[in-house]
């Protein structure tokens, strides 16, 4: 089995910053490709950002370009997620994925494993 706990949610201003964690643990060389997605409110989860096993490739919804960036650190199996100019938009409960090695959906946010979500709110 796998276990993705996320910690570093809390309420931020807006144009603030907070950092996301994401440790996994149990099977964890189940794990290849590893990302965010988020969900707000009344709306449908939506993919966030990606990161290869290598960090060689990343990718970002064009709504956080420029704004966060995903990182891991494979020694310690966790994964970041750097949020700067915070906007009340970006208010969500923010989920950790992994994928599978092999799987290419992490391109665009489809993963096998998940955690359980971190609160992020932005006060406007």
């Known amino acids: 089995q796998v276990q993705l706990v996320e910690s570093g949610g809390g309420l931020v201003q807006a144009g603030g910053s907070l950092r996301l964690s994401c440790a996994a643990s149990?099977?964890?060389?189940?794990?290849?490709?590893m990302g965010w997605s988020r969900q707000a409110p009344g709306k449908e989860r939506e993919f966030v950002a990606s990161?290869?096993?290598?960090?060689?490739?990343?990718y970002y919804a064009d709504s956080v370009k420029g704004r966060f960036t995903i990182s891991r650190d494979n020694a310690k199996n966790t994964v970041y997620l750097q949020m700067n100019s915070l906007e009340s938009e970006d208010t969500a409960v923010y989920y950790c994925?992994?994928?599978?090695?092999?799987?290419?959906?992490?391109?665009?946010?489809?993963?096998?494993?998940w955690g359980q979500g971190t609160q992020v709110t932005v006060s406007s």
């Open positions: 994925a992994g994928g599978r090695p092999g799987s290419a959906g992490y391109k665009s946010g489809i993963f096998d494993y």
């Open positions: 149990g099977r964890t060389f189940s794990i290849s490709p």
């Open positions: 990161i290869s096993q290598s960090s060689g490739y990343r």
